[in-house]
């Protein structure tokens, strides 16, 4: 039986657990999680002494193809680190397909036909053990990748958005931090989308460790323009700033600015605080309830077209080892529809946003509430610095095989 018959023939056995049309003895279908789930199918291979592979697939063709594994409940995660990778991917010449990690039937199936592992923001446990295993199994390279610093306690210890967090809450997350630094350092390379989380990342493991940033694919610069076309030129007189929440804590990021945008919105009743998402509506005065517009959780698209019809974005963080590790994917949902970002100096975002051309980079200690009033005195700049912040997004920051979204490193792992 020829290498290419063989490899169809485990991966039909794999998914349907039945050989030469007859159910297997060990069919996959009775196991029921991680590691148990492979077992039968790895024992009948080690019986037929075919359990090794004796060199990995990217050593015997010339084709690549990354299976990638991973959390993918979080749908801004899963947009930016693994559904815009097929486009990456795409221009590197290279297939691709991706799992969650609990589908197990799928997870496994794809490894049959690829040259490459990613895992991503994966943890140590059965399912994920089976996979590396799995992996190794069949020689194939594995490369980790993570945008948060999930696997360091020292960031989640020091992380002010866990203020207002249950006590139990805030020690699961600590007590994963291990788990997530396990499942990394079985990985021959770490990929992390900033530099700062690059650098905290160096800390937990010995594993090289590379860049490669989010970017803002066809899907996000299409939805863009739509969301920008759909805003009504000549609307009403408001101004309005937006401040988007993803998820709870934010509010002691919002604290950082609180003040400034409060004084800026008494200024002037055509004034207005967009927020969407999450959010304790009483961290903000009644007595402005007029001038604040809430949002529940949107769809992308409807998100998009929200933060379209804003003036300015609002990014403050507060200075802490979590969020020195942030990525700038808001940043760039702004710039998708034309609107300037206003961000502080913590976190990646300023790396970004270029001063008083795209949006305003702030450093410590400087007071938002001037470039809120410069932002709303100079309107006609502040629509030409979003109308920047779209081309340079489409110039600099759409998928490339290239820096500033992908070190060389990276790159050459995959060859």
Known sequence: MSALRKAKWWVRYLITGRRDGHP?????????????YLSGFWVDLASREGFHTLQSPATLSKRRKVALIGDLNL?????????QLSELFEQMGMSYEYSHYEDLPRSAAILQNATHLMLYRSRMDDKTAAHLYEARRLSLPILYDIDDPLFSVAAYATYGNMKGADASLAQHFLNEAPLYAAAMNMADMVSLSTPALAEEAARHTGRPTVRRRNFADQ??????????????????????????????????????????????????????LRILGRFDPTRLPQDLSAQI?????????????????????????????????????RVMDAASVGVP???????????????????????????????LEDGFVNRRRTREMGQSARKILERDWSARADMPITDAEFLEFFR
């Open 219 to 272: 899907v996000t610069l299409r939805d863009g323009a739509r969301a920008m076309a759909s805003v009504e030129s000549g609307g009403d007189a408001s101004f309005r700033l937006v401040f988007a929440s993803g998820s709870d804590g934010h509010e002691e990021d919002f604290e950082l600015i609180r003040a400034d945008v409060i004084d800026f919105l008494e200024g002037d009743p055509r004034r207005r």
């Open 75 to 83: 749908p801004q995660c899963r947009k930016y680190r693994v559904e």
């Open 24 to 36: 297997s003895e060990m069919s996959l279908k009775g196991a029921s999680s991680g590691a148990h």
């Open 341 to 371: 970002s206003v961000v502080g100096h913590v976190g990646d975002l300023g790396n970004i946003v270029r001063n008083e051309e795209t949006g305003y980079a702030l450093s410590k200690g400087s007071s938002w509430k001037e470039v």
């Open 293 to 329: 517009e809430r949002f529940a959780f949107l769809d992308y698209s409807e998100y998009l077209k929200k933060l379209a019809e804003c003036d300015l974005a609002l990014m403050p963080l507060t200075d802490d080892r979590f969020n020195a590790c942030k990525s700038a994917v």
